[in-house]
């Protein structure tokens, strides 16, 4: 079966620090990888999405960027925190087409002080 | 701008009625239709798909699927406290040969013992 794992589970950055998430992915090959970032009490807001091996969309400009070195790994990335970075980051996954649903690792909370 | 809109909530919902979730989208061509809960600081997990116009049945719960009139809608049956959390509906972009969705803000489930 398939497992997404996603880490650190908590994280507190100060201002103007850099960071670093990963995701992998277990069980699949080729699977579209995605991050989310969820604000407090808002809905999900798709950050950036891959395909394939070296290949990201951003779906909205960021003090972000994301990498995907490998078929099952994606890592979310920043030089310099902003406060407003603060919040739920979900890496999710997907095969193929939209008829398959999205699955969730487990998020990473982070505050920004 | 494709949107897909749900009631905040909260809905509060005595144990043991029938919890009603409703959800409106605007893309015309979309195909995929999910359903997540999403518990307090916890990521979202899939608790129903739908695709075909109609009623699609999974123990407690049951989601309607009217693409005419573009909703979508959740019956959450005998409602236990612990059917308590936030409920996501998602929607995929019918534009797009890969798995790309929009998510609503979610509404606030509340069952009352």
């Known amino acids: 079966s398939q497992t997404i794992h996603q880490w650190p589970a908590t994280l507190v950055q100060p201002v103007g620090s850099p960071l670093s998430l990963e995701c992998t992915v277990e069980g699949t090959s080729n699977p579209n990888l995605y991050w989310y970032r969820q604000a407090a009490g808002r809905g999900l807001q798709l950050l950036f999405y891959?395909?394939?091996?070296?290949?990201i969309s951003s779906e909205v400009p960021q003090n972000l960027s994301a990498s995907r070195p490998q078929d099952r790994q994606f890592i979310l990335s920043s030089k310099k925190l902003l406060l407003s970075d603060s919040g739920f980051y979900l890496c999710?996954?997907?095969?193929?087409?939209?008829?398959?649903?999205?699955?969730f690792g487990n998020g990473t909370r982070l505050t920004v002080t | 701008q494709k949107e897909v809109e749900q009631n905040s909530g909260p809905l509060s919902v005595p144990e043991g009625a029938i919890a009603s979730l409703n959800c409106t989208y605007s893309?015309?061509?979309?195909?995929?239709f999910f359903w997540y809960r999403q518990y307090s600081g916890k990521s979202p997990e899939l608790i129903m798909f739908?695709?075909?116009?109609g009623d699609k049945e999974d123990g407690r719960f049951t989601a309607q699927l009217n693409k005419a009139s573009q909703y979508v809608s959740l019956l959450i049956r005998d409602s236990q406290p612990s059917d308590s959390a936030t409920y996501l509906c998602a929607v995929d972009e019918a534009t797009d040969s890969w798995g790309k969705f929009q998510f609503g803000a979610g509404t606030q489930v509340v069952v009352t013992p």
């Open positions: 739908i695709y075909s116009n």
């Open positions: 999710a996954w997907t095969i193929g087409t939209g008829a398959s649903p999205l699955h």
């Open positions: 893309d015309r061509g979309s195909q995929s």
């Open positions: 891959s395909v394939g091996i070296g290949q």
